[in-house]
């Protein structure tokens, strides 16, 4: 019994030596995406415009 007391503890300690790690981390701006916005300029138009201007390109056509 007394083993799973210290086995609790320990998992405890660990869950939460990964939660300080994580937030200092997140704090730091590791998680920050520098990279995407230095591409998007490359892209001629965002997905969803491309396709609205090909189907009005494809409703013309048919008319």
Do not use: H, W
């Not at 939660?19 to 995406?33: E, P």
């Not at 969803?48 to 189907?55: F, G, H, I, L, S």
């Amino acid at each position: 019994m007394s083993v799973l007391v210290v086995l609790i503890g320990i998992s405890l300690l660990l869950a939460l030596s990964f939660l300080f790690i994580f937030f200092r981390a997140v704090n730091k701006g590791q998680f920050d995406d520098d990279y995407t916005p230095s591409v998007r300029i490359l892209f001629d138009k965002p997905p969803t415009q491309a396709k609205e201007a090909q189907v009005k390109e494809e409703e013309k056509k048919e008319e």
